[in-house]
Nanobody
Framework: QVQLVESGGGLVQSGGSLRLSCKASGFPFSLYSVSWYRQAPGKERELVAGIINRLGDTNYADSVKDRFTISRDNAKNTVYLQMNSLKPEDTAVYSC?????????????WGQGTQVTVSS
């Protein structure tokens, strides 16, 4: 059974930090590109950060560069998002995504999301 389970969300004051985790199971995690997305109320879901290949190259939304860091531990089947200097506008549901293209077929999995609320 394929699962992505996020944890680590919560309520934090502006300027604070949180570390999100996403534990994968049921598929070969190390072969997949992984990303974090977020969706605030009334807004479209947006890409926050991703590890886009096996070399570990990363990309970030401009709004989180130099504040957020994505990382993965393939031995633990887990992807992390370290969030520092949090702002109220970072408030959203954060979801992890794992995807892979193989022989023309895309494999694409989502977690259920974890709420991050930043108070001013």
């Amino acid at each position: 059974q394929v699962q992505l389970v996020e944890s680590g969300g919560g309520l934090v004051q502006s300027g604070g930090s949180l570390r999100l985790s996403c534990k994968a199971s049921g598929f070969p995690f190390s072969l997949y590109s992984v990303s974090w997305y977020r969706q605030a109320p009334g807004k479209e879901r947006e890409l926050v950060a991703g590890i886009i290949n096996r070399l570990g190259d990363t990309n970030y939304a401009d709004s989180v560069k130099d504040r957020f860091t994505i990382s993965r531990d393939n031995a633990k089947n887990t992807v992390y998002l370290q969030m520092n200097s949090l702002k109220p506008e970072d408030t959203a549901v954060y979801s992890c995504n794992a995807r892979m293209m193989l022989l023309g077929k895309q494999y694409n999995y989502w977690g259920q999301g974890t709420q991050v609320t930043v108070s001013s």
